[in-house]
């Protein structure tokens, strides 16, 4: 018996002590290679997460990618100071293009809180994409990359998460238009639409939200931010149709046995 509650004890202790590592301390960098010329340094989620500034950016550098993409929830809905923000954008934007969509919180911010953040992604060049789209030729191959920021109501509503508004493909076709005649690349927060996605047309859609389902046991995300367990779409790479979604497990926000993470493509 002795035994037993000391060998409960030593588990318990790791894994604490694995929580803390994991939420203080880790960034881990995950590579999704699919043999294309196009670099991609995709990050979400930062919320509040403090003293990581360094971390990514050393791993940008290293990378020294084409583009970097921010698919929302650089902020938390109720900070107020954007400095580690301000500084991590302004060491990002000298490595390379930054394409960013809101996140939930982004939306949620309030009105002066929000005026500031914008006019800190002004300042560092990020081209934020609210329903609004860019065409780029890099390497030789012609993009288009939108971003995409659905109504707050398929996130929240009334306060609470019960019977929350859904998203269909017409409702996406009216905030950013038909899916052009080239590769496009949808930057869209919410990975729980991906069907609708696929229906519209992205070649490619990046997404973060579910912060990896919170807890992963075997590989699977436990919960969503909406209360819902088991998020069909919590990390990795998914083939949709002809659209490939990329999810990745973000950066802040508590985490168990899921470390935080920026993820790199070639594609």
């Given amino acids: 018996m002795i035994i037993f509650s000391v060998i409960l004890i030593i588990i318990a202790a790791a894994f604490i002590v694995d929580i803390i590592i994991e939420n203080k301390f880790m960034l881990k960098i995950r590579r999704e290679k699919s043999g294309g010329n196009v670099k991609i340094f995709h990050l979400a989620d930062l919320h509040k997460r403090k003293n990581i500034v360094r971390k990514i950016c050393r791993a940008a550098e290293n990378e020294s990618p084409d583009l970097i993409f921010i698919t929302g929830d650089l902020v938390s809905r109720s900070q107020t100071d954007f400095s580690e923000v301000d500084q991590l954008l302004g060491r990002l934007c000298e490595i390379a293009p930054i394409y960013m969509c809101f996140g939930n919180h982004e939306q949620s911010l309030p009105n002066g809180n929000q005026r500031e953040l914008l ?22 191959r012609n993009i288009r990359i939108y971003g995409l920021m659905q109504k707050y109501s398929t996130y929240k509503k009334n306060g609470g998460y019960r019977h929350l508004d859904g998203f269909t493909v017409g409702e996406m076709e009216e905030l950013i238009g038909k899916v052009p005649e ?4 949808l930057l869209a927060h919410n990975p729980l639409f991906a069907e609708e996605y696929s229906k519209w047309g992205a ?12 807890v992963r046991l ?6 969503s931010p909406e209360r819902r367990f088991f998020p069909k779409y919590s990390k990795g790479m998914y083939t949709i149709g002809k659209n490939q979604l990329h999810v990745t497990t973000g950066i802040g926000k508590l985490r168990i046995l899921n470390p935080p993470e920026v993820v790199i493509y070639n594609l």
């Fill in 203 to 214: 070649t490619h859609t990046f997404s973060g939200h579910v912060h990896g389902g919170t």
């Fill in 218 to 223: 075997f590989g699977v995300g436990m919960l």
């Fill in 119 to 140: 006019d800190i992604l002004r300042k560092n060049h990020v081209r934020l994409l609210l329903n609004e789209d860019e065409e780029i030729v890099i390497n030789g």
């Fill in 182 to 185: 080239c590769e496009t690349f």
